[in-house]
Structure formats: C-alpha cells, structure tokens
C-alpha cells in the first residue's frame, strides 16, 4: 500500500535516480529544465521558485520501503477549480506494477476531497503509451483541441495530448 504526503527537497535525489535517458527526462519534465540530468539542486531550485505559492503543491508517494513516485499539483486557475497534474514519475523499478495507478488515485482524492478541484488536466505525449494509458485507466478523458500543441525535442516536434477528469 502506498500514501501520499507533501514533497521534500530530501526526496529530490531519489526521484532524479530514476531518470536513466534524456529521452525519459523529456518525457517527463518536456522543456521545464534546461539541461539533462538533473540533479537533486536543480529540481529543489526549481520547487523554490514556488516556495509560499498557495497554487502549487509537490507530492511524495512512498511505501513501506520509501520513495516510489511523485508529481506536483498546481491550479492553473484564479478561482482554484482547475488543477493541473505534472512531472508524474513512478521508481522505473517499480513501473507497470500499479504504483502509477495507486499514487494518481490518491491525488485525484486528494485533490477534489482536500483542494476541492472541480476538474483536473494533465498533458502527456503522444509518444508516451504507457504514461497514456495508465492516466486513462484512472478516469482520465481525452480533450479534443482545436489545435494541438507540440514541443520541438531533439530536432522532432512531440505532440502533447491532453487529459482531464472532471469531478
């Protein structure tokens, strides 16, 4: 069983551990940092810039035997209905074992129960199935855009879906 608690900067190097390629670096962070890899000052310097936002909100996941995911939180909204779900990584160890599934659940609960979201978006890449296809098995709904938007990554253009799941 795992929980959810509030993000620590000791957490940082454990969850930078987990980004073995660029390509999953990308995957999961698009273009919010400059340079691969990171180290656990870089995200803590990047979670600072935050530091007394009432609209962001950082999350652990952990077991009995400690870190397996994380992801933050952050209204993107004026009147706090709308959340947004981002940098969502699971223990590569752990992955395809329902952690991902386990820990987006709690933040789901968390948000519509504690935040009192109205709806919660999240995007992800095409080019990303299994990170897809687990925000689906949670609830998650496609959002049909009028236009898309891409990241231009490696010299490619990654076309980023998005997600939401209304309360």
Same mark, same amino acid.
């Given at each position: 069983?795992?929980?959810?608690?509030?993000?620590?900067?000791? =957490?940082?190097?454990?969850?930078?551990?987990?980004?073995? =390629?660029?390509?999953?670096?990308? $995957?999961?962070?698009?273009?919010?940092?400059?340079?691969?890899?990171?180290?656990?000052?870089?995200?803590?310097?990047?979670? *600072?810039?935050?530091?007394?936002?009432?609209?962001?909100?950082?999350?652990?996941?952990?077991?009995?035997? #400690?870190?397996?995911?994380?992801?933050?939180?952050?209204?993107?909204?004026?009147? $706090?209905?709308?959340?947004?779900? #981002?940098?969502?990584?699971?223990? *590569?160890?752990?992955?395809?074992?329902?952690?991902?599934?386990?820990?987006?659940?709690?933040?789901?609960?968390?948000?519509?129960?504690?935040?009192?979201?109205?709806?919660?978006?999240?995007?992800?890449?095409? *080019?990303?199935?299994?990170?897809?296809?687990?925000?689906?098995?949670?609830?998650?709904?496609?959002?049909?855009?009028?236009?898309?938007?891409?990241?231009?990554?490696?010299?490619?253009?990654?076309?980023?879906?998005?997600?939401?799941?209304?309360?």
């Amino acid at each position: 069983m795992i929980r959810l608690r509030p993000y620590k900067a000791c =957490d940082a190097s454990t969850i930078a551990s987990w980004i073995g =390629d660029e390509v999953s670096f990308r $995957k999961w962070s698009a273009d919010r940092y400059d340079k691969y890899p990171i180290k656990a000052e870089d995200m803590n310097l990047h979670y *600072n810039n935050f530091s007394g936002n009432d609209s962001f909100y950082p999350m652990t996941a952990f077991d009995e035997n #400690g870190v397996v995911g994380h992801l933050i939180m952050r209204f993107i909204d004026e009147e $706090k209905s709308i959340l947004r779900f #981002g940098f969502i990584i699971v223990d *590569n160890k752990k992955r395809g074992m329902g952690y991902g599934k386990q820990m987006l659940k709690l933040a789901i609960k968390y948000a519509f129960e504690i935040l009192k979201a109205d709806k919660i978006t999240l995007g992800v890449f095409e *080019n990303n199935k299994p990170a897809y296809n687990c925000y689906k098995a949670v609830g998650f709904d496609d959002v049909l855009t009028d236009e898309a938007e891409y990241y231009h990554i490696f010299n490619e253009d990654w076309k980023c879906l998005e997600l939401e799941l209304v309360r």
